[in-house]
């Protein structure tokens, strides 16, 4: 099983600033089968990226997705209001799909 | 729009088993997988198993093996997720969530989630 390793565990950050959130697998996955969710208090998981780097439809640009082999990023570039929240990835690539334990991102 | 409509909130015994259900309603079922994904209170999300309604076939994390089953009735457009000998840990927030490629593809459409509580 591949283990997903995010960091870091909170980032306070403003709005307007860029967020960077870090995604490490303990081995290779395959074909980049990487995927980022969004979660807000309360609320289900929302797909942002896929195959790393692919935005999911209706996902603004201010969010982007990248890496490849074991380490991948999601970047969010200038953060708005709504973008506090938990982030996850998951691989997909190896069965079973695994996710990581979260970043969350609050306001400083 | 689909939406994943799944059964209101249960409390159980330990022990005991519960039945949860995932109806994929104003759109395709068979065509796609339905995956039940838990998040315990406070915690990450971790994948239980999941379903290809068209086929049949069923996969489940190792752990859930042998008290998880996971079914599906194309008819309702639903998927079911029982749990049984239930114990405090399984306490947790239950989602269904679809993908088009596999039970452990990405998920594209989450249902509002199903929350269990085991208590005594």
């Known amino acids: 099983e591949i283990v997903l390793t995010q960091s870091p565990g909170t980032l306070s950050l403003s709005p307007g600033e860029r967020a960077t959130l870090s995604c490490r697998a303990s081995h290779f996955v395959n074909s980049d089968y990487v995927a980022w969710y969004q979660q807000n208090p309360g609320q289900a998981p929302r797909l942002l990226i896929f195959?790393?780097?692919s935005r999911a439809t209706g996902i603004p640009d201010r969010f982007s997705g990248s890496g490849s082999g074991t380490d991948f990023t999601l970047t969010i570039s200038r953060l708005e209001p709504e973008d506090f929240a938990v982030y996850y990835c998951?691989?997909?690539?190896?069965?079973?799909?695994?996710f990581g334990q979260g970043t969350k991102v609050e306001i400083k | 729009q689909v939406q994943l409509v799944q059964s209101g909130a249960e409390v159980k015994k330990p022990g005991s088993s519960v039945k949860v259900s995932c109806q994929a309603s104003g759109g395709t079922f068979d065509t796609h997988a339905i995956t039940w994904v838990r998040q315990a209170p406070g915690q990450g999300l971790e994948w239980v198993g999941g379903i290809i309604p068209m086929f049949g076939t069923t996969k489940y994390a190792q752990k859930f093996q042998g008290r998880v089953t996971i079914s599906a009735d194309s008819r309702r457009t639903t998927a079911y997720m029982e749990v049984r000998t239930l114990r405090f840990e399984d306490t947790a927030v239950y989602y269904c969530?679809?993908?088009?490629?596999?039970?452990?593809?990405?998920?594209?459409?989450w249902g509002r989630g199903t929350l269990v509580t085991v208590s005594s």
């Open positions: 969530a679809r993908s088009f490629t596999g039970v452990d593809w990405y998920f594209d459409l």
């Open positions: 195959g790393a780097s």
């Open positions: 998951q691989q997909y690539g190896s069965s079973p799909g695994t």
